[in-house]
């Protein structure tokens, strides 16, 4: 039991030494773009307030090598716990740090989408109102997550759900392409850039890996959010594959 217990920390401390050495290499930005567009006007679609730096930012990022005017479209304030106001105010300072202005940053609070992990969003109403968004701003992109929704949040999900109604009844503005976020199982969710092999082999139609200075970008962004820094956002921040890898793919 004693050598098992050993081994255990010996492999735990080479995976932090390993993922420190590769956190500081000066890493090549990498894009698998397929046949993603150039200066296409995108639309990223979140559920929350730092949905946009936790998961996204390898694709926000990557999409401003491509030229992509990007906006952004958020169902809720994030007020769970009461944060509302606050949160908003820092979505907007991590958009910025993104490369989305504050113009381009729309955030719905409407009872009928609160931050609830135990209130399904009617698919209707979510289809609607991000049909609405897209028309009035001549969108031909939109990115959202895939139907497992990375974290399994069903709010993610409902967005999920919601664009993919719009996209089989056919009702997505003409020539409008959606592009999911794959999520990927928990061991490799966690093991930061070391995923990266895995990420090559997997198929998809996008793959979006960061530099280390697009990381540190990513994690300044995600510091904006102030409010929802807890001891283990950190752990997320250092160990998550998403704050540096996003594999897509096209519904």
């Not at 105010?89 to 989408?113: H, M, W, Y």
């Not at 289809?127 to 929704?149: C, K, P, W, Y």
């Not at 990927?184 to 092999?197: E, F, G, M, W």
Request: glycine share 4%.
């Amino acid at each position: 039991m004693d050598i098992v217990i050993l081994l255990c920390l010996a492999v735990t401390l080479l995976a932090w030494g390993l993922l420190w050495a590769l956190d500081s290499l000066e890493i090549k930005s990498r894009e698998q773009t397929g046949r993603l567009r150039t200066e296409s006007q995108t639309l990223l679609v979140i559920a929350h307030p730092d949905d946009e730096a936790m998961f996204f930012a390898p694709t926000l990022l990557g999409l401003a090598r491509l030229r992509h005017q990007v906006s952004l479209l958020c169902f809720s304030t994030g007020n769970y716990y009461n944060q509302g106001e606050i949160r908003k105010k820092e979505l907007v300072q991590s958009c910025e740090v993104l490369g989305i202005p504050s113009s381009s940053v729309t955030i719905i609070d409407n009872r009928a989408f609160p931050d609830d992990p135990s209130v399904q969003w009617d698919t209707e109403h979510v289809a609607s109102a991000l049909l609405q968004h897209m028309e009035a701003n001549d969108i031909n992109l939109v990115v959202t997550f895939d139907a497992r929704g990375v974290s399994g949040h069903i709010n993610h999900i409902a967005l999920h759900v919601a664009v993919r109604t719009l996209h089989s009844e056919g009702r997505l503005p003409k020539g409008c392409s959606v592009l999911l976020l794959k999520t990927v199982n928990v061991v490799r969710k966690y093991i930061s850039l070391l995923d990266l092999p895995f990420s090559w082999l997997q198929p998809q139609n996008v793959l979006f890996v960061l530099t280390s200075k697009e990381v540190a970008q990513a994690k300044r962004a995600m510091s904006c959010h102030h409010s929802q820094l807890l001891w283990f956002r950190h752990l997320y921040i250092f160990f998550s594959r998403y704050m540096r890898i996003n594999s897509l793919h096209f519904l």
